[in-house]
Nanobody, 124 residues
């Protein structure tokens, strides 16, 4: 049974940093793309970034470049999201997800496994 379990969320002041982790289990993820998404209240789920498990290469859309860094630790079977210089508008539930798609999937429909999410709240 595939499980993705996020951790590391919490309350942080604007300008601060948080590091989220996603523990992946239940199968080999070497052929997968691991993505991070976020969803703020009343908004659609939004792509943050991804990492290709086998190569470690990453992709971000332009709004996410610079403050967010996705990485994977193959030895620990975890995917991480480092978030710096956080802003109140970064407040959302952050989700880890796994995709078998090729290229750079940024839409939720490309991801087949999802974690339960972890809340990040940035105070002003």
């Amino acid at each position: 049974q595939v499980q993705l379990v996020e951790s590391g969320g919490g309350l942080v002041q604007a300008g601060g940093s948080l590091r989220l982790s996603c523990a992946a289990s239940g199968r080999t993820f070497s052929g997968y793309i691991m993505g991070w998404f976020r969803q703020a209240p009343g908004k659609e789920r939004e792509f943050v970034g991804l990492v290709r498990w086998s190569s470690g290469t990453t992709y971000y859309t332009d709004p996410m470049k610079g403050r967010f860094t996705v990485s994977r630790d193959s030895a620990k079977n975890t995917v991480n999201l480092q978030m710096n210089k956080l802003k109140p508008e970064d407040t959302a539930v952050y989700y880890c997800a796994a995709s078998r798609s090729v290229g750079t999937p940024t839409d939720t429909r490309s991801y087949v496994y999802w974690g339960q999410g972890t809340q990040v709240t940035v105070s002003s």
